[in-house]
């Protein structure tokens, strides 16, 4: 018991000293930090065509389907993000691009860790215009590349931006060496995009080659007409074509759009006044078209005109319509 009342009044002795210590520790203040311009500047990327950041690789479903580059080219317009630092002390901007080659599921990174000089920017502004080409980037990288690039770029690159701001004291960021993180660089690679063959790009012959009465009254064609019926590709689609005239020139229709299935080979139309197509023979460059819209049942207006290829090409043979 003796033994246990010396130990506690040992500890008691001892505690004092610790509580002492603690309390006469100095906080420690840090030096006051004065913000540059190397602090604020950061540079912003957007594309000078809304959603066009990348180059464009096209490959043509089917068989025998071509494979060609679509866009190599894609501008940007970088700006700078100063805060409220003045853009008069900034001398001039480098951009340095650097590659990544893919390999399986491997890849080689090239550049080293200077990468190699794109762009220079001495005329330095709020907002200037980056203009990245594949072939530009081709001739920097092309002795870099593996053996099986054969010296150019493939569509499964990917390459990075970083860049180097110099002011005019010669104070100097280098994304290259000093930053970290998503603000530090940008890249660009390219969009593999598997389209179908313009089978329906063109302007092709039309002749009517039966007609009711009343079609050829109210529809103000006769047997025999003939005419041309153009569609061109909507821009930004690959199987969806505007149509000059959906009836060929019958007075009760008008132009409208196609969509062409090319795996099925489905075709619809859409046009006012219900305008619809029943193919009914394909041979070789001849479509045969029965034709009908809202009011055929009701006045008995009924068609039919053949549509025929001018490029010498025939029609796939699995073209139908519902």
Known sequence: ???????????????????????????????????????????????????????????????????????????????????????????????????????????????????????TFTDVSDTMMLHLSKDKLESLFTNDFSSNHNGMVLADDFFELKWVITAKDGS????????????????????????????????????????????????????????????????GYFTIYDVSHLSADYFYGSGGTLDYNYETGLVKISGIDAQKWDITKVDGPTLTIDFSYSYSAGYDEYGTFTLTRTDGQDWPANIHTE
């Open 1 to 119: 018991m003796k033994k246990i009342i010396l130990y506690y009044l040992s500890f008691l002795l001892f505690l004092p000293v610790f509580v002492s210590c603690v309390e006469e520790d100095e906080i420690v203040v840090p030096d006051a930090y004065t913000e540059t311009w190397k602090d604020e500047v950061a540079l912003i990327f957007t594309p000078a065509v809304p959603d066009v950041r990348a180059f464009e690789y096209y490959i043509e479903s089917g068989a025998g389907g071509q494979e060609y580059w679509n866009s190599t080219d894609v501008d940007f317009n970088v700006a700078f993000n100063l805060d409220d630092a003045d853009l008069s002390q900034i001398a001039k901007i480098e951009f340095y691009a650097f590659a990544e080659e893919t390999h399986g599921d491997s890849y080689k990174y090239i550049g080293g860790e200077e990468g190699k000089l794109y762009d």
């Open 172 to 235: 100097v960021v280098d994304t290259r060496r000093d930053c970290l993180g998503f603000t530090c660089t940008y890249g660009i690679g390219t969009n593999i995009i598997y389209v179908a063959p313009p089978i329906w790009e063109g302007t092709f012959n039309y002749e009517w080659i039966a007609a009711t009465t009343n079609a050829e009254i109210y529809g103000r064609i006769s047997v025999g007409q003939v005419g041309t019926m153009t569609m061109t590709l909507k821009p």
